[in-house]
């Protein structure tokens, strides 16, 4: 996730693409840069203010494009920081969102004697548009024929230099707003940075252009046939707008998972082979056919992560896997047998305890393997291959979005292994079937979640719970615990079902509640009779359960519904309504979700 803006006007365009660039921080933030028509580009690796301090105080130009990047296709760097330009130098592109085919093009683009400076996807959508432009003698033709050639999202705005005050903005997959003001006019990734200016605010749908200058704007559709479309007044509080019109960052990125599963597999899953496009493993296969031990390394969520994707490369590639805290783990002996291969789960890939492990495995000789979302990041360098998670920033400090996303990426990564070793097609494609359909499943737990307000609200005055769950879910049980101790600030313990009797169950009455994760599964009947012992000692109980399961109903007290999925997907929906319990309770008990007491985004020292 990106942010972009652009402006044409009377006023100083320099000053309103900085301002807005800080506005959009939120959503990127590891290099940015812009471009002054009649002045040139200017792109600084870091934070906003690195790029402010290189940009002349006296810069003229009244319309620009800027950029504040979030790193899918390449390492933060100035070179890879928009705006791009075409090969003849004088178009210029920023970008949010993911070309799925960006290295055919590249290749093509190559072949007619393109040269490219950066690693970025955008960069070939630039020289695309270029030549286009080129060719027809007109921007908007030579934009929708470049798009035409395009497979995936984006969210982008264009101009030339021979077209000084002109705006080409287009959007498919990554929203678009523009801010319309007297003579004034603005496009942004969404209206946070906008609505200092005007509150006047249109969206582009999917699949249109518009084009813009000092004099007015025109929208199109991608057969350039003119849609009327008129600006609505958007009096929303800024706070607000940037959280995506949610109180919380926590509640945004809750919401934004069903994008996240879709951005996550984008161009990664394979129907017909019935396997995983994972660009970062494809060149160490012969590697990863002789691997015959999995080390899976984490912290807190990522730990609990790594449990669920232990089972998922067991089942699906049939290879033995251990999983361990990195704090742990970096002190220990490590006793290597055979081809081991260890895995690092890390949304931020700067957390101390697991980076000491990557540097210890790497001092044995041992290959590592980062599954991270930071691009860029100290795992995602050090580590010897990757898959990236494609979350996005996640910035509350909960890992909620980040957490489904690493579950995705260990479910690609089991597969990808699973079919060099034995995984049959038909399982495979399985697999994949079910991925695809996932994010509309969580839109639906999603459109259910005043159900799970309710449910927090009638289990606020509790201050203990157990989470309890059985293969597949037990990392769910704990990472559940997890979200509502550090969220709500309430004591929870996440525990495998199987274990009730060797201890747990002495502490069961009617003060002591548990959330039992037990969807239709293998281990059903085995949840069921925990939840009987359960209420046999008057203990509470809230079930998370398959829709259709109505016999649940007279066994449990309360019981949120996820609907059905194979086995090994459930805990991507389970954790939802977990979350969202977590999240409602930590606001109704009057805490800032975003800002949890004590606690930092990433753990980066020991
Ligand atoms: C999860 O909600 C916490 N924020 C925390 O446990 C986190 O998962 C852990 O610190 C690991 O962080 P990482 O994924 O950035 O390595």
Known sequence: MCGIIAYTGFRRAAPILLDGL???????????????????VYRALGPVDNLVQKIPVDVQGTAGIGHTRWATHGQPSEQNAHPHHDQQGGLWVVHNGIIENYAELRAELVAEGHTFISETDTEVLAHLIGMRYEETGDLATGLVRALERVRGTYGIAVMADDLPDTILTARMGSPIAIGVKDGEYFVASDAAPLIRHTQQILYLEEGEYAVITSEGYDVFSFTHERQHRSPELLDLPLDVVEKGGHPHFMLKEIMEVPDVLENSA??????KEGSAKLG???????????VDRVVIVGCGSAYYAGLVGKLLIEDLAGIPVTVELGSEYRHRPHRVVGTTALVVVSQSGETADSLAC???????????????????SSIARET??????????????????????QLEALMLFALFLGRLRGLSVAQGAGLVCELMRLPEKVRDILAHRD??????????????????????????????????????????????????????IAMIDEIFPTVAIMPSDSMYEKMRSNVEEIRARKGRVLAIATEGNTEILALADDVLYIPDTKEALTPILATIPLQLFAYYTGVLRGFNVDRPRNLAKSVTVE
Do not use: C, W
């Open 280 to 290: 970062g493993l494809e060149d160490q296969v012969p590697f990863l056919r002789t």
């Open 384 to 405: 010897d291959m990757g898959v990236y998670n494609h979350a996005g920033p996640e910035l509350g400090v909960a890992s909620t979005k980040a957490y489904v996303s």
């Open 22 to 40: 800080r506005m959009l921080e939120y959503r990127g933030y590891d290099s940015s840069g812009v471009y002054i028509a009649g002045d040139g």
């Open 358 to 376: 990557v540097r210890e495995a790497k001092r044995m000789g041992v290959k590592t393997i980062g599954i991270v979302n930071v691009v860029g």
């Open 451 to 504: 159900k799970i307000q309710h449910i927090a609200e009638e289990y606020l005055g509790y201050d203990d719970f157990l989470f309890i769950g059985r293969s597949y879910n037990f990392g769910t049980a704990y990472e559940g615990a997890l979200k509502l101790k550090e969220v709500a600030y309430v004591h929870a313990e996440g525990y495998g079902a199987g274990e009730m009797k060797h201890g747990p």
């Open 266 to 271: 984008r161009g990664r899953l394979l129907l």
